[in-house]
C-alpha cells in the first residue's frame, strides 16, 4: 500500500484505544505540537480496564512524594529494588527512560490536566522487604474523586468500574474514613467517582477539552506500511466499523499501539503465556488486537510469558457486554484474618497475604512429578465469624450467600462439596490455627512484614500479626473456588526509550509506538507497588505522544 490510497480520515497522529496509556499519549502529542489527532476505540466507550481498575499509579521519586509528602527516593533505591526482584532481566535503557520520564509525566499531568493524583504516603510497596523499597509506602499515587458531571453527555461513555457500587471519594479517604454525609451527599450530587474512574474520567476530560475526537466501534486491524516487505514506514491503520467495514485512517507522523493485552484471546494465551490463566477480570475486549499488528509489522517482542496476575472468582453472569463471563477481583478477602488458601489436596501453598502478582506465580506453578499444576484449582475457605464481619466479593455480611459460594456445616462436609481432599483440609486448618495461636506462621510467614498487615486488607481492630492472622473454627464454613486470573498480560512488542517499537535488529519501526499493557513490559514480570501496571503505562504514552509531538519536523 502507497501514500496515494484513499483514506476516510486522516490525522498527524492515530492512536488506538482509549485506556489510560492511550488517552495520555492524545493529550501528549496535541500538546507537544501535533496538529491533530484522533483515537480509535473498539467498542461505544473509553477508559479500557483503567477505568475498572483502582487507578493508582506507581512513579517513584514523583513531586507529590518528594516534594508534598517530604519521602526522599533516589535512582539508587529504585534499581537496587527492581533488579534485586527481576536480577539482570531489566533492559536499562527503558528502565532509565521510566524512572526519569515518570515523574515528568506526574507533573505534566498535574499542571496541564484535570488530572489530580497524591502520594498515598504509607501504602508499602508490594516487596517492602528487598532491598531499595519503601515498606512504609511514597511511591504509589492516587487519583482524588472526579466529578462525572462536568463530562457532560459523555459521562455514560466511560467503562464501569470493577466496583459493586461508586466510590464518591479518593482510596485514601475511603480507607481512613475521612468523608463526611454532607461532603459524601454532594459528591453524589456530582456524580463524583474515584480509583479508575477518576483517572479514566479525568483524562476523557482533557481529551474533550482538547477537540480530540474519539471514532467509537472502530476496531483496529492493520498497519499500513509505505514500503513492501518488512520495510518502510507506518503511515496508516485500516479499522473495522460495526458494520464490518473498513474505515482507513491515515497518519502522517504516526501510530500509537495502546490497545491492552491479549489475556481474552484463547490461542494467544495458550501459545504465550507461561501457564494457565482462566480468570481475566480486564475489559473483555483485550483480546491481542495490537499485539497481532505488531507482529505482522515485524515488531520484536519481549515478555511474552508473562501476566500481571491477579486472583480472581467467576461471577455466575455475564460482563455488561460481550457476553463473556464475569471474573470479580480476588485482592482483599484472602489477606484478612480467617481465610486461607488451599489446594485440591487442602494444603495451603502460599502466604495469602502476599500481593497479586507474585502469588500468581505460585499459583500456576508445575510438578514435574505428577505432571500437573497442583494448586489449580484453589479455593478460598472462610468460617461464620469470617462471614459475620467482612464482605467477601459481592457478598455482604448478614445477606445470602451467592452462587459462587459453597456452604457447609462442617470442614469434612464442605471438603466433599468442594472436591477437595477432606483429611488434607482438616489438618491444614487444625495446624494453622495452632500457628495463629502461637502468633506466628511457621509455614509462610504471613504477618511478617507491613505489606501483609496493611489496613487496607488487614484488619486494624488487632495488632500485627494478627491484622492478617485469625483461626478458622467458627461454623458452618465456606468455599469459593478461585481462579488463575490476571489484570492483563504484560507481553508484547519492544519499544525503546521514546516508545518506539523496534524490530529483531532493535531498530525503531518508523512511525509506530505501543504504550501500556500491549507492550513488552518496562519492568518485566516485576510489580513494584499498587499502580504497577498504570505507571508506567502512562509513562509511555507520555513517551509516546511528546515524541511524536516535539519531534514533528524529524517525520
Do not use: C
Not at 487507578?55 to 514523583?62: F, K, Y
Amino acid at each position: 500500500m502507497t501514500e496515494d490510497m484513499k483514506w476516510d480520515m486522516e490525522a498527524d497522529v492515530v492512536v488506538l484505544g482509549s485506556g489510560g496509556a492511550a488517552m495520555t499519549a492524545a493529550i501528549a502529542a496535541k500538546d507537544f505540537g501535533a496538529r491533530d489527532v484522533v483515537i480509535l476505540e473498539k467498542t461505544g466507550m473509553v477508559g479500557g480496564t483503567t477505568a475498572m481498575s483502582g487507578g493508582m499509579l506507581w512513579i517513584p521519586g514523583n513531586h507529590h512524594q518528594v516534594e508534598e509528602e517530604g519521602i526522599e527516593d533516589s535512582d539508587e533505591d529504585v534499581v537496587s529494588y527492581l533488579d534485586s526482584l527481576a536480577p539482570g532481566a531489566l533492559d536499562p535503557d527503558t528502565l532509565w527512560a521510566f524512572m526519569q520520564a515518570g515523574p515528568e509525566m506526574v507533573r505534566y499531568l498535574a499542571d496541564k490536566t484535570p488530572v489530580r493524583l497524591r502520594a498515598f504516603a504509607d501504602f508499602p510497596d508490594y516487596q517492602s522487604y528487598s532491598p531499595g523499597a519503601k515498606p512504609d509506602g511514597g511511591r504509589s499515587l492516587d487519583n482524588e474523586a472526579f466529578p462525572f458531571e462536568t463530562l457532560g453527555k459523555w459521562s455514560s461513555r466511560v467503562n464501569p468500574s470493577k466496583m459493586a457500587y461508586p466510590l464518591r471519594g479518593s482510596l485514601i479517604e475511603a480507607t481512613r474514613g475521612t468523608l463526611d454525609e454532607a461532603t459524601l451527599a454532594e459528591r453524589e450530587r456530582g456524580d463524583y467517582r474515584g480509583l479508575g474512574q477518576a483517572l479514566a474520567g479525568s483524562l476523557f476530560k482533557a481529551v474533550i477539552d482538547r477537540g480530540i475526537p474519539v471514532e467509537f466501534e472502530k476496531r483496529a486491524r492493520k498497519l499500513v506500511k509505505d514500503g513492501a516487505g518488512d520495510g518502510g514506514r507506518v503511515i496508516g491503520v485500516i479499522a473495522e466499523d460495526a458494520n464490518g467495514k473498513d474505515f482507513s485512517v491515515r497518519a502522517r507522523r504516526g501510530v500509537v499501539i495502546a490497545t491492552g493485552g491479549f489475556e481474552w484471546n484463547e490461542t494467544l494465551v495458550k501459545a504465550f503465556l507461561r501457564g494457565p490463566m482462566t480468570g481475566p477480570v480486564s475489559v473483555p475486549e483485550n483480546e491481542g488486537d495490537g499485539l497481532l499488528m505488531a507482529i505482522e509489522a515485524g515488531a520484536q517482542l519481549g515478555n511474552m510469558q508473562n501476566a500481571f496476575w491477579q486472583q480472581s472468582v467467576l461471577e455466575m453472569k455475564p460482563q455488561h457486554r460481550a457476553a463473556k463471563p464475569n471474573y470479580l477481583l480476588g485482592s482483599d478477602e484472602r489477606a484478612r484474618p480467617g481465610a486461607i488458601l488451599v489446594n485440591r489436596a487442602g494444603k495451603r501453598f502460599i502466604n495469602e497475604a502476599a500481593n497479586y502478582n507474585a502469588m500468581g506465580k505460585a499459583v500456576v506453578a508445575f510438578d514435574a512429578g505428577t505432571h500437573t499444576y497442583p494448586n489449580l484449582p484453589y479455593w478460598l475457605i472462610i468460617d461464620q465469624r469470617y462471614k459475620d464481619k467482612y464482605p467477601t466479593f459481592t457478598s455482604a455480611p448478614g445477606t445470602p450467600i451467592p452462587s459462587y459460594m459453597m456452604q457447609a456445616e462442617t470442614l469434612e462436609e464442605l471438603a466433599e462439596k468442594a472436591g477437595i481432599d477432606a483429611a488434607g483440609l482438616t489438618a491444614t486448618v487444625e495446624r494453622f490455627n495452632g500457628m495463629v495461636r502461637n502468633g506466628h506462621d511457621d509455614d509462610f510467614n504471613r504477618g511478617d512484614n507491613t505489606y501483609d498487615n496493611f489496613y487496607m486488607w488487614g484488619d486494624t481492630d488487632f495488632e500485627p500479626p494478627f491484622r492478617t492472622l485469625g483461626v478458622i473454627d467458627r461454623g458452618p464454613f465456606y468455599a469459593v473456588k478461585m481462579e488463575s486470573g490476571a489484570l492483563g498480560t504484560s507481553g508484547g512488542p519492544k519499544t525503546n526509550a521514546d516508545a518506539q517499537v523496534v524490530d529483531w535488529q532493535g531498530n525503531p519501526i518508523p512511525g509506530l509506538y505501543a504504550a501500556g499493557n500491549v507492550m513488552s513490559a518496562v519492568l518485566g514480570e516485576v510489580y513494584g507497588g499498587a499502580g504497577g501496571t498504570l505507571g508506567p503505562g502512562l509513562t509511555f504514552g507520555y513517551l509516546a505522544g511528546k515524541h511524536l509531538g516535539a519531534h514533528i519536523s524529524n517525520h
